[in-house]
């Protein structure tokens, strides 16, 4: 018993850290799994795309990350990147629309709702310096990206807590239109806007 007491001062931290990665593994793949979820439904809408569309897609993230409290320790934000129309020097893409989800306070980090659309901002597209996407021709790609605050499960002695992302994009199916519409007039206390007014997580 005393040799069993003794090993427990080498094993228990060890024991501790082994859980607190697999945890990190676990909770890297659902953020993963959420971005693709997020960027593939937005893209499948076709013909048209609607506020309560979007807003569907948002109540099944919250669903999704309930088991790591992703409303409360995170935020998505879905953008619908198409070309700006513009010929020349100011030819590029444009964000056409973005919504969000989550309590975190965080904004886009590769642009906001209307970047591109008057210039060449995002002339090369979305997404990290050495791996940006851009739509194909004559179509529009969703873009997705994810923030989260992760919390160790068994304290800050073994982990720190640490900001996570993950970003996904899917090109949008079949739709003519890639205005966001608002057919069942949608307040916009209820909309899905990215400002500091609607963050919440549910």
């Not at 069993?4 to 945890?23: K, R």
């Not at 409290?69 to 030819?91: C, H, K, Y």
């Not at 989550?102 to 886009?108: D, I, L, Y």
């Not at 003519?176 to 949608?186: A, D, G, H, P, Y």
């Amino acid at each position: 018993m005393i040799e069993f007491a003794l090993s427990l001062i080498f094993l228990l931290p060890v024991a501790l850290v082994g859980i607190e990665l697999a945890n990190l593994a676990v909770v890297t793949l659902r953020l993963n799994q959420l971005a693709m979820m997020v960027s593939d439904n937005v893209a499948r809408y076709r013909g048209s795309i609607d506020e309560a569309q979007v807003d569907e897609v948002m109540t099944g993230v919250a669903f999704a990350g309930r088991a790591i409290d992703f409303g409360g320790q995170g935020r998505v934000i879905v953008s619908t990147m198409e070309s700006n129309g513009l010929t020349g020097t100011q030819a590029g893409y444009k964000i056409t629309w973005q919504r969000c989800f989550g309590a975190k306070n965080v904004t886009s980090s590769y642009g906001l709702e209307g970047a591109g659309g008057s210039d060449a901002t995002l002339a090369a597209g979305m997404g990290p310096a050495a791996n940006k996407v851009k739509p194909v021709d004559n179509s529009a790609l969703i873009f997705a990206e994810l923030r989260y605050t992760y919390r160790p499960i068994v304290g800050t002695g073994f982990m720190p807590a640490r900001e996570m992302s993950s970003i996904q994009s899917f090109t949008v199916r079949d739709r003519s239109s890639q205005v966001l519409t608002n057919t069942t007039n949608m307040s916009d206390a209820k909309r899905r806007l990215c400002d500091a007014a609607h963050l919440s997580a549910t």
